[in-house]
């Protein structure tokens, strides 16, 4: 019987997320919707195209945020609710077939379409799970239509993700009942990585002696991998709550690990799979201690930096627990606070377990309060959305923009250094400035 792989360093800290000081929080909050996760996921899935129903409001947060795209050949753009709508003079519903018909006749290349709901069309209580199943009819085979909620009213921006993988993870039925269920893909790896990341990820499971793997969502959308009672499935993000949901419906289970953060935490994630399917204590420590060592030793210059500096996480992106643990446990900062808009406690467990007992952890916002107890632990950094970093800014305190953390490739061996550099770079630019 093969010996269980184990965690580089035994966690030390929480046995739950009961042993931990959770203070929870409503009221007023300070973070982007969900439209903000087409900037990554329109790079993922590269023939899909997303179609917000919203304002002009919408459209210019997706157009600046993604700005570059005026050069390309767009892959979203917005159907413009206006007043007209909004007043109940128009049937949106024949504007938004019309809207379809042109972009879908204009584009052939055009395979998976999102008809992606805002503020706006919620307001107006559009049905676009019923467009999306009236146009598909139309469309499909050609294009699969399919729709979620990027809406800002109750959601944080990474739920935009969780939305759409949960929409497209709907779609697996279909492709697995032309298969028998021993075809069945063993490991799925869910959440949006850089492609780099996943081809880095790939070779590793490969020199693991894994063979049957995926990543969802998928780079091209009908490639959806066939998923049922036999696959295990490990998440790359901690807000996937939604998709892990539409996946157990489906029969795979989840197998638990911390997220692949820094070395501790890719470590710990890779060995969560390698255990599973049984890989050989020895192939393991074969395969990963030249890359465990190569990260480790890249880590040393941010070490220096970021040693003995504390940190103070506002609720944004939902990745707060898993980057508190690495900057804490592999580069010596001192949590002050550690925010998170929603805390899932089964998908963190793993994460919290590493935390020490002495976390503050906060869920959910009442932004004024936490200003006032940022101000007083005046933190070395703030991890925070950008509506905040400009006014912190101002009061000298140095921030980092979450937003950041999500659209660069962070997972994994190679990618730890980077990440710790995107937090020790505000600092040595203040004490440059400050020279
Ligand atoms: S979906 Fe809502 S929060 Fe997001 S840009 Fe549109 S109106 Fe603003």
Not at 412 to 425: I, N, S, V
Request: aromatic share 6%; hydrophobic share 45%.
């Amino acid at each position: 019987m093969n010996r269980i792989i184990p965690l580089q360093s035994a966690p030390a800290g929480c046995d739950s997320v009961a042993e931990l000081n959770v203070l929870k929080e409503r009221g007023q909050r300070e973070v982007f919707c969900g439209l903000t996760g087409i900037i990554w996921l329109h790079r993922k899935i590269q023939d899909a195209f997303f179609l917000v129903v919203g304002s002009r409001t919408c459209a210019h947060l997706v157009q600046s945020a993604a700005g570059v795209m005026i050069f390309a050949e767009p892959r979203f753009a917005t159907a413009i609710i206006d007043d007209h709508d909004l007043a109940g003079l128009a049937d949106a519903n024949e504007e938004l077939d019309r809207v379809v018909n042109q972009l879908l006749t204009r584009r052939p290349d055009i395979k998976m379409l999102f008809l992606v709901g805002s503020c706006p069309s919620e307001v107006i209580k559009l049905d676009l799970s019923r467009a999306a199943e009236r146009l598909s009819k139309a469309y499909t085979p050609r294009v699969r239509i399919l729709n979620y909620s990027g809406s800002g009213i109750e959601t944080t921006f990474t739920q935009g993700e969780d939305a759409c993988l949960a929409a497209l993870a709907k779609e697996i039925p279909q492709a697995r009942a032309e298969h028998a269920a021993q075809d069945d893909v063993d490991l799925l790896v869910v959440g949006c990585l850089a492609d780099v990341v996943e081809d880095q990820f790939s070779r590793l499971f490969t020199e693991l002696g894994l063979s049957s793997f995926a990543f969802f969502p998928p780079r091209r959308s009908g490639d959806l991998p066939k998923v049922g009672p036999n696959t295990r499935y490990l998440l790359v993000q901690p807000f996937l709550t939604d998709t892990a949901r539409v996946l157990e419906e489906l029969g795979a289970k989840r197998i638990a690990a911390p997220f692949p953060l820094g070395v501790e935490g890719t470590e710990g994630w890779l060995a969560a799979a390698a255990n599973t399917f049984g890989v050989p204590a020895e192939r393991f420590e074969k395969v990963i201690a030249p890359k465990r060592q190569r990260a480790m030793l890249a880590l040393d210059r941010q070490r220096q930096i970021l040693n003995g500096r504390s940190i103070f996480f506002f609720p944004d992106s939902q990745l707060e627990i898993p980057l508190a643990r690495f900057l804490h446990r592999e580069l010596g900062m001192t949590l002050t606070e550690v925010g998170m808009p929603y805390i899932h406690r089964q998908h963190l467990a793993q994460e919290i377990a590493l935390l020490p007992k002495d976390t503050v952890l906060s869920e959910g916002q009442d932004v004024e309060k936490q200003l006032d107890r940022c101000r007083v632990a005046r933190p070395d950094m703030v991890v925070c959305g950008l509506g905040l970093a400009n006014p912190l800014e101002a009061e000298g305190i140095t921030t980092k923009w979450s937003i950041e953390l999500v659209f660069t490739p962070i997972q994994g061996f190679d990618q730890a250094a980077d990440l710790a550099e995107l937090f020790a770079r505000p600092l040595v630019r203040k004490t440059k400035l400050a020279a």
